[in-house]
């Protein structure tokens, strides 16, 4: 779904290079997704942010957010940029 050609016409930031990590404790859910992003098209940490908050809620929208937890580039340092 991340690597499909539809979704990367509407969110050409998304890179090819994704992982996705899944756990699973009791009935809570959590998802983590490591994405690649092309830098070109995201302008600045501002940006980047709205980018990564877009793909989580569009995740939410198409798998459910209900006992999931998504989360999105869990290592970024935000503060350094």
Do not use: H
């Amino acid at each position: 779904f991340l690597n499909s050609d539809k979704l990367n016409k509407q969110y050409p930031a998304i890179g090819r290079d994704i992982k996705v990590m899944g756990a699973r404790i009791r009935d809570n859910t959590t998802i983590t997704i490591a994405l690649a992003t092309v830098d070109k098209y995201v302008e600045n940490i501002k940006e980047y942010i709205t980018f990564k908050e877009q793909i989580t809620e569009m995740l939410k929208d198409k798998f459910g957010s209900c006992d999931i937890d998504y989360y999105v580039n869990t290592a970024d340092d935000v503060e350094r940029g």
